[in-house]
């Protein structure tokens, strides 16, 4: 799968330090949960993901609203 979309970057303070997160589009967020859906996802139903910024490649993962 490959989704490609702008959204907003916000960022959640914690107690000791601040997570940043991006809210997927409704359609994406869709189309992974149908694509995943009654897998075994570990991690708060976690799915994982690669993702890429301009040139910046990372590994992390995307969960359910």
Known sequence: MHFEFTAP?????????AWFFVT????????????????????????????QVGATRWRTSVFPS
């Not at 970057?9 to 330090?17: F, N, V």
């Not at 589009?25 to 139903?45: L, M």
């Open 24 to 51: 997927l589009p409704d359609d994406v967020a869709d189309d992974i949960d149908d694509r995943f859906a009654g897998d075994d996802r570990p991690g708060f139903g976690s799915v994982p993901v690669r993702v």
């Open 9 to 17: 970057l916000w960022r959640y303070h914690g107690e000791t330090a």
